[in-house]
């Protein structure tokens, strides 16, 4: 693999890791690549990090044609670094890619690549409980052109961030707003691509149910508006008549990397579990009956975030008395004791770097 590198001559001071945020600090190097029609992808290299110069009509900035990933590299008890799942989340690049007619990429080479910038930026892996170093990967198209069409030239990037807990109550439940007045995605749309708009989509919903005292929005399906779907950062599970319930994949919902590493462990413990629609009007129902026991969802950000109360509309319900339940924990436990290495990987989910 042919890949330049450059170094900073003038590198960040390390943050307290157990001080950590999420998103708002940044390592001192990046990755990046172009494409062009006669070249395709070419020019990889690290390089510091730093600003982009763009043109005010680079196409990405108008038309939105945009595409993300998000994983986690992990710090062992032996100083080690390991990354989780990571294969998956290139195929999912591209994937993406496909959907907004941008270039697919090499996902071994890349895979690779991120290998390498991780290596030149292990100093920046926090030890910390629960800490680890975010992992962006992007594209965006970079054509300068104004007009609606998919742009011929893009920018591929690498940008590596120190994170502690994504959630401010970190494993603790958390309060969803289920909202009726707005809709993310429907069936044949972006809903299902980590794309620019999808984002954009839930901000105003976003907003509102932080005004209200609420930390996420569970969103219903955009046409009949009363089938659950996703929550804006994460997938969503229910445990009902101790099922494991969470909505099937339609084309509207991301097929999240951590809700199928829930599944498949799930599978592996002879833990029922179900993937269907399920209706706002029947998860209150079994919430009135008893029957649903537990509410949690699945990201990579969080990992497990259990959730502790709902509302729609007028009504508050109340989730396992507003505290973490034992499936959350256990999903919990289970996913970041691989993720760390304090357990063993039977699912080959594991990728090290050092």
């Known amino acids: 693999m042919d890949i330049s590198i450059q170094k900073t001559s003038a590198p960040k001071p390390k943050p307290d890791p157990t001080q950590l945020g999420f998103g708002t600090l940044f390592t001192d190097h990046m990755l990046n690549m172009d494409y062009a029609p006669d070249k395709g992808w070419h020019n990889l290299r690290i390089e510091p990090y730093a600003p982009f110069v763009l043109s005010p009509a680079t196409m990405v900035l108008h038309y939105g044609q945009g595409i993300f990933e998000g994983l986690k590299a992990y710090r062992k008890s032996d100083g080690g670094i390991q990354l989780f799942r990571a294969r998956d989340n290139f195929k999912r690049l591209n994937y993406s890619a496909g959907k907004l007619c941008m270039p697919a990429i090499d996902e071994a080479q890349m895979l690779q690549a991120l290998k390498q910038l991780l290596q030149l930026e292990k100093d920046w892996v926090p030890a910390a409980d629960g800490t680890s170093l975010y992992i962006r990967p992007t594209i965006i198209a970079t054509d300068p052109f104004l007009g609606v069409r998919a742009s011929y030239t893009y920018r591929f990037f690498i940008i590596l961030s120190p994170v502690g807990a994504y959630y401010p109550e970190g494993f603790n439940p958390v309060k969803i707003l289920v909202t009726h007045d707005h809709v993310r995605a429907v069936r044949g749309g972006l809903g299902d691509t980590k794309t620019l708009a999808n984002y954009a989509a839930s901000l ?55 809700r199928d590493s829930v599944l498949q462990l799930a599978g592996k413990w002879g833990l029922p579990a179900v993937e269907r629609r399920i209706s706002i009007d029947e998860l209150l129902a079994c919430q009135k009956d008893g029957s649903l026991t537990e509410v949690f969802g699945s990201g990579t950000a969080a990992v497990i975030s259990p959730v502790g109360q709902l509302r729609y509309e007028d009504q508050v319900v109340t989730i396992a008395d507003g505290k973490v339940g034992p499936v959350a924990q256990k999903f919990y436990d289970a996913i970041t004791d691989i993720q760390y290495s304090r357990a063993e990987d039977p699912m080959g989910w594991i990728e090290p770097v050092v």
Do not use: C, R
């Open 204 to 258: 105003l919903a976003g907003q509102k149910a932080h005004e209200a005292g609420y930390t996420q929005v569970l969103w219903l399906d955009g046409v009949e508006q009363k089938y659950i779907e996703e929550v804006g950062s994460m997938n969503i599970f229910f445990v009902i008549n101790n099922e494991l319930v969470t909505p099937a994949l339609n084309g509207s919902i991301l097929a999240g990397i951590t």
